[in-house]
């Protein structure tokens, strides 16, 4: 069952989180600075939302929405940045059924794409994604990095 993440149930799902986080090889985890972020998420957010996935009264995975805009294509699109399903509970559909959740919460507000990346070897992944018929990218992904000072 998957559910909206509010104050009733984000600290269920910070745990999640840090694994989505020790996953992707994140320093620094701040447990606080998380409940912190991910509580600015929400159904009636205009930022976007935080989804879990509950089985047998267990939150075992996790979605994030955000809303962005693509000016080449002028448009308000979704980025799923966060998708993560416990190692235990995955192979079961459940990261495919919060695609098409999100997929289903984007349109609702206004978006006209989904979309997210993924690391290059992440292959497991890779093949929820193709098996969806999403389209991979042939955009080139950087970060860069802002100093405060």
Known sequence: MIEPINENNLDEVLPLIRKYQEFYE?????????????????ISSDKGCLFGYRTKGKLVAF????????SSII????VMNDLYTSEEYRKQGIATELIKHCEKYAKTNGA????????????????IYKALGAKQSSWEFYTYAITRG
Do not use: P
Request: aromatic share 16%.
């Open 63 to 70: 979605a994030t929405v955000y809303f962005s805009y693509a």
């Open 112 to 127: 006209v794409r989904l979309q997210w990346v993924t690391a290059a070897s992440n292959e497991a992944a890779q093949s």
């Open 75 to 78: 448009s308000k699109v979704a």
């Open 26 to 42: 994140v320093n620094n985890i701040d447990d606080d600075k998380n409940k912190e972020f991910f509580s600015q998420f929400g």
